[in-house]
């Protein structure tokens, strides 16, 4: 920032343009599983905004297209936003493998 000298009180700001380079590369998402019947799905939440509500709709809603299908709740993994998260996140692999899961739900709530 800087001041400019023709009105004293008005600053100047320096900026960016937003459409500059990508600082990181874009991967490909993994391939969508086609059925979940008979599937464990971990489901993985930051405990900011009311996962304690939409995580039981959509276990319910999923249960009810895909028979069979099991959950590994959040409560299994606590937050993934407290000062744990770098353990646990270093240990998701080995707990989704271990507890045989074939997707994750990921989410923030709402």
């Known amino acids: 920032m800087s001041e400019d000298p023709s009105s004293p009180s008005e600053p ?41 509500t939409i995580f039981p709709v959509i276990r319910a809603e999923l249960s009810k297209r895909f028979p069979g299908v099991s959950f590994m709740t959040y409560e299994n993994f606590g937050t993934t936003n407290g000062p ?7 240990q998701l692999p080995q707990l989704l493998a271990s507890g045989e899961v074939a997707a994750v739900i990921s989410g923030v709530g709402a």
Do not use: S
């Open 12 to 52: 100047i700001y320096e900026c960016v343009w937003p459409l500059g380079q990508r600082a990181a590369t874009q991967i490909r998402p993994a391939q969508r599983i086609a059925d979940l019947r008979g599937k464990k799905v971990a489901e993985l939440w930051n405990y900011l905004f009311q996962g304690e």
């Open 84 to 90: 744990q998260r770098d353990q646990l996140l270093a």
